[in-house]
């Protein structure tokens, strides 16, 4: 198992830290090398890409956007904005879905968003929750987010409850959403169940559980569901020149060739077939990003 390099796509289960989620697999795995690649909140469920292996290296360049699916209670107003939180104030709701809609895209685009003090982001070495639990305020920066779509998929008039989807860039948080929602309305708002639905190229439907990694594992068929650096990052590939592999292997620069990627484009390095790297096209050399041979996994 100590060799094994991928990413696993882990559902994370409701009342799990995603720290606790990656204890999991390195258990799972013989204590092989493990970090996500973004945390998902403990009341939160969904995808939660692991990297194993060598691919902790790469966890920052695993892009794309990412995809929720929250609940939304009209009414509310918590300290943690989200319904296990304590309740700060309660307003009657005269928002219908139509009402409920409109408010939710305002949110659409490119917008400023501060980060909840209940959130993983660190200020002077503290994470803000563990701030919040001690009873502490700290001064956040807003941080730009985009979010291309918001959908109401439920509301109900009765409750005064709804579901929504949304597609959003990373380090969006839907309880700040559900947050500000209310405060356009008038009448404010918390966040309710939260999944995560999508995170980049990982979906919820080609998700695993713990158990399921499990029986992967003891039946020898890990690697049926560990996705490789190269699928999932997609870079072009680009032969190291026979000059030059040796230097490459040392964590070196390499000559471009004649058919190479445009300037400023991330590329793989490949000596004798295999990656050797991450690569970037400066001017004629392609220079290191990140080296994934020549080191421990």
């Not at 198992?1 to 204890?23: F, H, Q």
């Not at 999944?195 to 003891?218: A, K, Q, V």
Request: charged share 25%.
């Amino acid at each position: 198992m100590s060799r094994l390099s991928g990413i696993l796509n882990i559902n994370k289960e409701k009342g799990y830290t995603s720290s606790d989620a990656v204890s999991v697999v390195r258990k799972a795995l013989g204590y092989v090398k493990a970090g996500h690649t973004g945390t998902l909140d403990p009341e939160a469920e969904g995808v939660l890409p692991v990297c194993v292996g060598k691919a902790t290296k790469i966890a920052d360049y695993i892009g794309g956007g990412k995809q929720y699916r929250a609940g939304i209670k009209l009414g509310i107003i918590t300290d943690t904005d989200d319904l296990t939180g304590r309740i700060l104030e309660e307003r009657p709701v005269n928002a219908d879905r139509n009402a409920l809609e409109s408010a939710a895209r305002q949110f659409m685009g490119k917008s400023m968003q501060t980060p909840p003090m209940y959130s993983a982001v660190k200020i002077g070495g503290k994470k803000l929750y563990e701030l919040a639990r001690a009873g502490k305020t700290a001064d956040r920066v807003p941080r730009e987010i985009n979010i291309p779509q918001i959908r109401i998929m439920e509301y109900d008039p009765e409750t005064h409850t709804a579901v929504m989807e949304v597609a959003c860039s990373k380090g969006t948080y839907i309880r700040s959403l559900c947050s500000d929602i209310g405060r356009v309305l008038g009448c404010g708002a918390c966040m309710g169940a939260l999944t995560r639905t999508r995170s980049g190229p990982f979906t919820l439907d080609g998700s695993i559980t713990p158990d399921i990694l499990r029986e992967y594992i003891t039946a020898g068929r890990i690697h049926e569901i560990l996705y490789t650096i190269e699928e999932v990052l997609k870079y072009k590939t680009v032969a190291v020149p026979a000059r030059d592999e040796k230097r490459v292997i040392n964590g070196g620069s390499f000559h471009i060739s004649d058919e190479d990627a445009q300037d400023g484009s991330l590329v793989f390095a490949a000596v004798n077939g295999i990656t050797a790297g991450i690569y970037v096209r400066d001017g004629d050399w392609y220079k290191p990003r990140v080296m994934l041979i020549g080191e421990p996994e």
